[in-house]
């Protein structure tokens, strides 16, 4: 059992998360309202990783994070370390990797929120990020809770993105399913099926917990 | 000097140009028209909630809005908005939905402006409430005071009965009157109701097909419609001033000038009331004077003004210490011989004049 894996995963899923949460929010309010030109082709943009191979977008992550990109010479410079097969790498690779999934059950929810209510709050004096803080967020709160625990989910169980960015160090970029993989390889199948369940229970925990919140007020679990 | 609303549109459905004094004194505005005129399309604009194209052109006292190409934001023009929905925030109780507009001001006097505006508002007793289970009488007070609360430099409210049922409507709408009569903020409230455009109006504007087509006073309006179509759309000649004297066994009794007017009692009306009689053109019979009794309640001496044709029929303006407009037929005019100047006798039944209570 690779406790090791399984911390870093929790890890690099709860910052994922945490980055995700704030920079989606803006993002998916202005995808929501925005009556702009451009706005179609960003949403096309953020909705990539959903079809991309991982090991697309990995090798551009890389292209574009790798020692001799611009990113990553000024990032040498700025901290003596490579961004890419490091833990920071692999968190930019996972923000992009999971955008849309941040992105679009918060584009839903904003979109869902009565258009009047947000009118009412920009005549009362209130500015478009203070009308998206105090009213599209409170009332989009499955949308939010949706948008974190896939987020989550999603960053737990990636592999070719993280195969390709992060590489396999442990303790820095070896994830629960990189884990998994490698015991696979050495014949260890009982790691690798323990390790499995470990996944498999903890996704269908936390999918099962987000469907009681996002119930409203409906009995999650109704007596026969 | 009061503040001046000019409004020059030309949108999809709009062709306007409008300049409004918004006097505190006799603060509302009525923007009457039937639906689909464009009265919502042109509220949002001056709101700063429709982004207009070019030849727009808003401008309020002194400042510009609008000039289609900058728009100043809707935050920054200091304008209420009550929508017909009332659209309260629903994750919010009732005074954090009337504090909402209020993120300047410190937040002890935050609270007690709110409180002060729930009071105004008749809606002091729903503090502590959540936004969810009002009635739609008592959201339509709590979006008020949220409305009045910041102090607007104008309020615009949209159809703000229309949400509301038969009986609430009717007590709100007199009461809305003194409500913004007392706030003293310049007012523009749209409607297609003629009962609301009587009750509410100092001033009235009526759009026909997103054209202005005649403003004034209320009476002015409803007396003496400027175009053949503002007659279709406000649908009755004749509105004079009066007061409520007797009132007995279902009837009230009017004093208008020099005469009394007999009408059905509307209910609610308590002698020395100010109203508004209504009486359509159509309803005003002509007789010579001296006649025989008849039913109709109301004989009242007058004296032809002009006629005009229009069509099959004959109007006649007539002076009977008020200006009244009656139509007749070509036939009846001939047989009266009325020409300017003839004295008659106006005859009108008593259900055919509409009571209308105006609070101040």
């Known amino acids: 059992m690779d406790w090791t894996a399984v911390e870093l995963s929790l890890r690099l899923a709860a910052a994922t998360t945490a980055v995700l949460l704030v920079v989606a929010v803006p993002l998916a309010a202005w995808l929501a309202f925005s009556r702009r030109r451009w706005t179609v082709l960003v949403e096309a943009v953020v909705a990539l990783p959903l079809v991309l191979p991982p090991t697309v977008l990995g090798f551009y992550i890389l292209v574009a994070l790798g020692n001799r990109s611009p990113i990553g010479r000024w990032w040498i410079e700025l901290t003596g370390s490579p961004i890419v097969f490091t833990f920071n790498g692999l968190l930019i690779a996972s923000v992009v990797h999971s955008l849309p999934f941040a992105v679009q059950p918060l584009m839903a929810a904003f979109a869902g929120v009565d258009r009047r209510l947000l009118e009412a709050s920009t005549v009362l004096g209130r500015t478009w990020p203070s009308t998206i803080v105090h009213v599209a967020l409170p009332l989009s709160r499955a949308g939010f809770v949706t948008a974190g625990v896939l987020t989550f989910a999603h960053t737990i169980g990636e592999f070719g993105v993280v195969l390709m960015v992060g590489g396999n160090i442990p303790g820095q970029t070896r994830t629960v399913a990189i884990s998994i993989y490698d015991s696979v390889q050495a014949f260890d199948h009982a790691a690798a099926g323990r390790t499995s369940v470990i996944l498999l229970v903890f996704s269908l925990v936390v999918l099962a917990t987000t469907y009681t919140i996002n119930r409203k007020g409906r009995p999650a679990w109704p007596r026969p | ?318 002076d009977a210490g008020v200006p009244l407009v009656a139509y007749i037929t070509r036939p009846a005019r001939d047989e009266l011989g009325l020409a300017p100047g003839t004295p008659v006798t106006a005859v009108i039944k008593a259900p055919a004049v509409h009571v209308i209570p105006r609070t101040s």
């Open chain 2, 1 to 318: 000097m009061a503040p001046t609303l000019t409004v020059c549109l030309r949108h999809l459905l709009l062709d306007v140009d409008l300049e409004l004094p918004l006097d505190a004194a006799r603060p509302v505005t009525v923007l009457f028209g039937s639906s689909g005129a464009g009265k919502t399309t042109l509220l949002r604009c001056v709101a700063g909630l429709e982004a207009p194209a070019p030849p727009a052109h808003i401008t309020f006292d002194g400042h510009v809005w609008n000039d289609g190409r900058h728009r100043l934001p809707a935050r920054k023009r200091g304008v209420a908005y009550l929508f017909q929905d009332h659209a309260l925030f629903p994750h919010l109780d009732v005074d954090a939905n009337v504090a909402y507009g209020l993120t300047d001001l410190p937040r002890p006097q935050r609270r007690e402006r709110a409180g002060r505006a729930l009071v105004a508002a008749g809606a002091a007793h729903l503090s502590g409430r959540a936004t969810t289970n009002l009635s739609g009488g008592e959201a339509q007070r709590v979006a008020l005071a949220r409305a009045l609360a910041p102090h607007p430099r104008l309020l615009l409210l949209d159809e703000p009965l229309s949400a509301l049922d038969g009986p609430t409507r009717s007590r709100l709408r007199a009461e809305l009157r003194s409500i913004l009569v007392e706030a003293g903020t310049p007012t523009l409230l749209v409607t297609h109701d003629r009962t609301e455009a009587l009750t509410l109006g100092d001033r009235i504007v009526v759009l026909v097909d997103g054209r202005v087509h005649q403003q004034g006073t209320v009476e002015e309006v409803f007396s003496r419609p400027a175009t053949p179509r503002v007659a279709e759309v406000v649908g009755v000649e004749n509105v004079v001033t009066g007061r409520v004297g007797e009132i007995d066994a279902g009837l009230v009794h009017i004093e208008v000038a020099a005469e009394t007017l007999t009408a059905l009692d509307p209910g609610a009306l308590s002698t020395g009331d100010r109203v508004l009689a209504c009486i359509r053109a159509e309803d005003i019979a002509l007789e010579e004077p001296g006649t025989r009794r008849s039913s109709p309640r109301n004989h009242l001496d007058a004296r032809v003004t002009a006629l005009t044709s229009e069509g099959a029929l004959q109007r006649v303006d007539l």
